[in-house]
Antibody, heavy 123, light 110 residues
Framework: QVQLQESGPGLVKPSQTLSLTCSVS??????????WAWIRQPPGKGLEWVGY???????SFNPSLKGRASISMDTSKNQFSLNLRSVTAADTAIYYC???????????????WGQGTLLTVSS | QSVLTQPPSVSGAPGQRVTISCTGS?????????AHWYQQIPGKAPKLLMY???NRPSGVTDRFSNSRSGTSATLAITGLQAEDEADYYC???????????FGGGTKLTV
């Protein structure tokens, strides 16, 4: 059974870098089968796609983030991580990691999600 | 303002059928990109309900169905139950924005 679990600091100051980790169990992220994603949801609002990573190093990000985001993999720990630079209050959200549904391609349907972690940007 | 437009709320009585619309444009649903649907119970992560053309993940009841026409997609729920009360989101890909896009969400009240 595939499971995802997000972890992070909970609170980050404005202008700092946000770092979140998604720990994956039940499947190896280095197997090359799936695309992995970050999606966020500001409190009381809708969902927003942040970005994708594939084991090959392929990355794709929401253009609205204006180059502030990066996603990396640590295959030894079966984890992937999101870094978001120069955060503001607008980046306050529940951050979810998720798996793309179809192996080997981007279907943009996310079938397995973590429980989410709240990240608050405040001084 | 979301790229995909959903009604903020819909409601129905137990046993009834409701539909939730998702209106896009020629750069997403209208260009042929799949529309997917999620259910989100408050405080929980979204759950994939329908993907692509009439595809349902294992374990999702067949009371949920979807359709697409032109630049719009629709989620239908038959035999409404109290447990269906949740927020519903549509999602697609937008070629102009070059990324995954979501609708603003629809709150279903049973």
């Amino acid at each position: 059974q595939v499971q995802l679990q997000e972890s992070g600091p909970g609170l980050v100051k404005p202008s700092q870098t946000l770092s979140l980790t998604c720990s994956v169990s039940g499947v190896s992220i280095s197997s090359g089968d799936y695309y992995w994603a970050w999606i966020r949801q500001p409190p009381g609002k809708g969902l927003e796609w942040v970005g994708y990573i594939f084991y090959s190093g392929f990355n794709s990000f929401n253009p609205s983030l204006k180059g502030r985001a990066s996603i990396s993999m640590d295959t030894s720990k079966n984890q992937f991580s999101l870094n978001l630079r120069s955060v503001t209050a607008a980046d306050t959200a529940i951050y979810y990691c998720a798996r793309d549904l179809i192996p080997g391609t981007i279907s943009d349907a996310f079938d397995i999600w973590g429980q989410g972690t709240l990240l608050t940007v405040s001084s | 303002q979301s790229v995909l437009t959903q009604p903020p709320s819909v409601s129905g009585a137990p046993g009834q059928r409701v539909t939730i619309s998702c209106t896009g444009s020629d750069s997403n649903i209208g260009e042929g990109y799949d529309a997917h649907w999620y259910q989100q119970i408050p405080g929980k992560a979204p759950k994939l309900l329908m993907y692509g053309y009439k595809n349902r993940p294992s374990g999702v009841t067949d009371r949920f169905s979807n359709s697409r026409s032109g630049t719009s997609a629709t989620l239908a729920i038959t035999g409404l139950q109290a447990e269906d009360e949740a927020d519903y989101y549509c999602q697609s890909y937008d070629s102009r924005l070059r990324g995954v896009v979501f609708g603003g969400g629809t709150k279903l009240t049973v």
